[in-house]
């Protein structure tokens, strides 16, 4: 069994892109810009924008952090997202989710042009994966996990991909990202039959679903790639993954524990897409 190690990826990830925001200032006179936006102060949200910003600095990218009390109007939240839809010293747009209940998250993210849509959230950058065009940005968590095979030589092509999870986020692109690689893709999620079976026959396996320790060892096939993307805390409190990784991991050729597997490569991937979309510009 090989541990996927995300945070030296993700290292090795931020050190290549740090080489590229400094060829792209050095040509243009200008940092690369990311915008974030918060409103509200949800815990959690903070601290991720918080780590987004660190990361920002030392790769090289200008970080514009927005930070908007919960009781923002929609007009006010779309007159922001609009601005920095103009401003060319920005390059990367990401509304940080979740947004206060009176807020409209779809109405905000419309707002963004697909090509600063650094998250992959909108509907153009999801169209333009399903139609396996390179132009687009993909959405982090899912192309964090494609960097973590291509970076351990994983093959994709011609294997069974099982992707549990078949949200617009994680699942759907995930799903999308492994058939644009010649993979034979199942998506499961809570209505599918025969659920345990369906995952034992996969090559490669992928948890998006939020419930601790829910793939156990009778679901994994003998020699199997696990990647966990779940982010949950176990009864004892502790932070665990989807999978029971301490009965799993025996089973598998590739694992991802949680923490340190696929969380560091989102921001990462954040990092990567703002880069692409600035040299799209270029």
């Known amino acids: 069994?090989?541990?996927?190690?995300?945070?030296?990826?993700?290292?090795?990830?931020?050190?290549?892109?740090?080489?590229?925001?400094?060829?792209?200032?050095?040509?243009?006179?200008?940092?690369?810009?990311?915008?974030?936006?918060?409103?509200?102060?949800?815990?959690?949200?903070?601290?991720?924008?918080?780590?987004?910003?660190?990361?920002?600095?030392?790769?090289?990218?200008?970080?514009?952090?927005?930070?908007?009390?919960?009781?923002?109007?929609?007009?006010?939240?779309?007159?922001?997202?609009?601005?920095?839809?103009?401003?060319?010293?920005?390059?990367?747009?990401?509304?940080?989710?979740?947004?206060?209940?009176?807020?409209?998250?779809?109405?905000?993210?419309?707002?963004?042009?697909?090509?600063?849509?650094?998250?992959?959230?909108?509907?153009?950058?999801?169209?333009?994966?399903?139609?396996n065009h390179a132009s687009g940005c993909v959405s982090c968590t899912p192309a964090g996990v494609m960097e973590l095979l291509h970076r351990y030589n994983i093959p994709v092509r011609g294997k069974r991909a099982v992707v549990l999870g078949r949200s617009n986020v994680v699942g759907r692109p995930m799903a999308m990202l492994l058939l644009n690689e010649d993979a034979t893709v199942t998506v499961c999620h809570s209505h599918t039959a025969q659920l345990k079976e369906e995952c034992a026959r996969a090559d490669i396996l992928v948890s998006a679903i939020g419930k601790p320790k829910f793939i156990t060892a009778e679901m994994v096939k003998d020699g199997a790639v696990v990647i966990d993307v779940g982010i949950n805390r176990g009864a004892d409190g502790k932070l665990c993954g989807d999978v029971d990784f301490e009965n799993v991991k025996d089973k598998c050729s590739f694992i991802t524990p949680v923490p340190g597997g696929v969380g560091p490569m989102t921001i990462a991937m954040l990092l990567s897409n703002t880069v692409k979309a600035a040299e799209r510009v270029s």
Do not use: W
């Open 1 to 131: 069994m090989t541990l996927i190690d995300g945070k030296a990826v993700s290292a090795q990830v931020r050190a290549e892109l740090k080489v590229r925001a400094q060829a792209f200032e050095a040509a243009h006179n200008k940092k690369i810009g990311l915008a974030v936006v918060l409103i509200g102060e949800d815990p959690a949200s903070m601290v991720y924008v918080r780590n987004k910003i660190r990361e920002c600095e030392e790769v090289g990218i200008r970080s514009f952090a927005h930070y908007l009390p919960a009781d923002t109007s929609m007009k006010q939240a779309l007159s922001l997202v609009r601005a920095l839809a103009e401003d060319d010293n920005v390059h990367g747009i990401l509304v940080q989710l979740p947004l206060p209940s009176h807020l409209d998250a779809e109405v905000l993210l419309r707002a963004i042009p697909h090509e600063k849509d650094v998250d992959g959230f909108g509907a153009e950058n999801l169209g333009l994966l399903a139609q």
